[in-house]
Nanobody
């Protein structure tokens, strides 16, 4: 059973930085594609960044581009999300997931292709 575990969330002021970690199980990530997604209260889950763990090719949402960086360290079975210049609109619970759908697309817009969700880690950005 693949289980992904997120950590690294917290409370920061606008302009601050956080680094989130997503650790895979002993069975790995469950997919070659891992993504970070977020969900604010009352809103649907949205993609932030995705990465192919085999070659490191990555993709970002428009809001994350130029501020966030997704990376992986396969020796540690971990995918990271480095978030800089955080804004109040980045508030939410951040989840990592692995692409599980047949013929999945490793893109931030393909939320429905992802599964093996962790429990999430909370990010709070204050002004």
């Amino acid at each position: 059973q693949v289980q992904l575990v997120e950590s690294g969330g917290g409370s920061v002021q606008a302009g601050g930085s956080l680094r989130l970690s997503c650790v895979g199980s002993e069975y790995g990530y469950g997919s070659d594609c891992v993504g970070w997604f977020r969900q604010a209260p009352g809103k649907i889950r949205e993609g932030v960044a995705t990465i192919y763990t085999s070659d490191g090719n990555s993709y970002y949402s428009e809001s994350a581009k130029d501020r966030f960086t997704i990376s992986r360290d396969n020796t540690k079975n971990t995918v990271y999300l480095e978030m800089n210049n955080l804004k109040p609109e980045d508030n939410g619970t951040y989840y990592c997931g692995a692409a599980v759908a047949e013929g999945y697309m490793c893109r931030t817009t393909a939320v429905g292709d992802f599964g093996y969700w962790g429990r999430g880690t909370q990010v709070t950005v204050s002004t």
